[in-house]
């Protein structure tokens, strides 16, 4: 089984370019977070989405970031014109249903560099 | 509003030694807390999590939580501190929302 899916593991763009990162859930699971950890912080939630739906994005910065979760396909984080300081670790996790008793599973990120 | 205070950015410990990495948290309702840990370049790995059964909480690699609500803390322990527990640890907290509120992290350094 396997866990969450990320990709690129690593991204390097240069200023002004666009960024997608795309996160696979685990088998199973219909609710998909994005974080945001920038160097020495701790993670800050972006958004929550369940398939074609935003759920929550009030940690999404209100312009350049957008994120979908099609019905079919992985969840798309996409940064328009990107800056120095999208510069971090981005990370996707994944959780059967929205529970709170439910932890999220966690993918092994995609770092951006922006030059 | 929730939030997570982890005491202490960095803490080291000699092998063997007893490892207490400290979490307190505000939360106006009984939280859901999890502690996490990330290791060089990987994603987050869930330790042990509280969901409101038995205060002490028993995880993985023997690490332990114990729930004190009258101190609003969720420190994590382990008796006897190992080389491969050298890692990045987080506490988060989460309640009736959708969101996990996560520390800034504290990194444990385990001295040979």
């Known amino acids: 089984n396997a866990g969450v899916m990320q990709n690129p593991r690593h991204l390097v763009r240069r200023r002004g370019q666009e960024a997608r990162l795309r996160c696979s859930p685990m088998?199973?699971?219909?609710?998909v977070y994005w974080y945001r950890q920038l160097p020495e912080e701790g993670l800050k939630f972006m958004v929550y989405l369940q398939k074609e739906n935003i759920i929550d994005e009030s940690g999404m910065p209100k312009e350049r970031f957008s994120a979908e979760f099609p019905k079919e396909g992985p969840s798309i984080l996409r940064i328009q014109q990107v800056v120095r300081g999208d510069s971090a670790a981005y990370f996707c996790?994944?959780?059967?249903?929205?529970?709170?008793?439910?932890?999220?599973?966690f993918g092994p990120g995609t770092r951006l560099t922006v030059t | 509003a929730q939030s997570v205070t982890q005491l202490g950015s960095h803490v080291s410990v000699s092998e063997g030694a007893l490892v207490l990495l400290r979490c307190n948290y505000s939360?106006?309702?009984?939280?859901?807390l999890f502690w996490y840990v990330q290791y060089p370049n990987q994603g987050l790995q869930l330790l042990l999590k509280?969901?409101?059964?038995?205060?002490l909480v028993k995880g993985i690699n023997g690490f332990e939580a114990e729930f004190k609500k009258s101190e609003t803390s969720f420190h994590l322990t382990k008796p006897s501190a190992h080389m491969s527990d050298a890692a990045e640890y987080f506490c988060?907290?989460?309640?009736?929302?959708?969101?996990?509120?996560f520390g800034t992290g504290t990194s444990l350094t385990v001295i040979p």
């Open positions: 939360s106006s309702v009984p939280p859901y």
């Open positions: 988060a907290v989460r309640n009736t929302g959708n969101q996990f509120y």
């Open positions: 996790a994944s959780s059967p249903r929205g529970q709170v008793s439910h932890e999220q599973y």
């Open positions: 088998k199973g699971h219909s609710h």
């Open positions: 509280y969901t409101s059964a038995a205060t």
